[in-house]
């Protein structure tokens, strides 16, 4: 399974570290790319994760999900 996360309120590197670093922790999650300049993130994960799991995930870390689509 694959994801992209459309993620609001990224301004640098260590921002974009933190959000990696949320997404990392959740289960099943195999890999995780965040773009800082396009405001995204792509998750790869070996079994389905929530789109509710995400998007606690990336805001309880500071961030605000504009959009999560399967790609």
């Known amino acids: ?10 301004s640098c590197g260590h921002c974009a570290k933190h959000v990696k670093e949320a997404l990392s922790e959740l289960n099943g999650v195999t890999s995780v790319e965040v773009d800082l300049a396009a405001k995204s993130a792509i998750l790869e994960a070996a079994s389905e994760v929530k789109d509710e ?5 990336i805001e309880d870390a500071g961030y605000e999900v504009v959009g999560i689509e399967v790609i």
């Open 53 to 57: 799991d995400i998007s606690f995930a």
């Open 1 to 10: 399974m694959k994801k992209k996360i459309l993620v609001e309120g990224m």
